[in-house]
Nanobody, 120 residues
Framework: QVQLVESGGGLVQPGGSLRLSCAAS????????MAWYRQAPQKPRELVARITRDGKTNYADSVKGRFTISRDNAKNTVYLQMNSLKPEDTTVYYCNAVAEIIGSGPTSFWGQGTQVTVSS
């Protein structure tokens, strides 16, 4: 149905920046909200940032002022600009999209995850 392909993860020093991208493709009428989550080992997945189709955003308190989420509706792509990265930001980041599927209505899809490592 819908595939989410993430890119942009990697290794960066504390204080550095990374930009994650997630492109959605497949059979869908459109995409509602898009979001980034992260999950550390043996911890629940947590919301990092979310953006609605019309651009309204919300962020986890731990990333406010450092991370910025944006999207390109024409490309069905969501971005996460991460600045002033800290070692505690190290984990796997997942893209999520709620797409309108014919016959199913709003349906949530997940990317495969991309590793972000902040270390000197």
């Amino acid at each position: 149905q819908v595939q989410l392909v993430e890119s942009g993860g990697g290794l960066v020093q504390p204080g550095g920046s990374l930009r994650l991208s997630c492109a959605a493709s497949g059979s869908m009428l459109g995409i509602n909200a898009m979001a980034w989550y992260r999950q550390a080992p043996q911890k629940p997945r947590e919301l990092v940032a979310r953006i609605t189709r019309d651009g309204k955003t919300n962020y986890a308190d731990s990333v406010k002022g450092r991370f910025t989420i944006s999207r390109d509706n024409a490309k069905n792509t969501v971005y996460l600009q991460m600045n002033s990265l800290k070692p505690e930001d190290t984990t796997v980041y997942y893209c999520n999209a709620v797409a309108e599927i014919i016959g199913s209505g709003p349906t949530s899809f997940w990317g495969q995850g991309t590793q972000v490592t902040v270390s000197s």
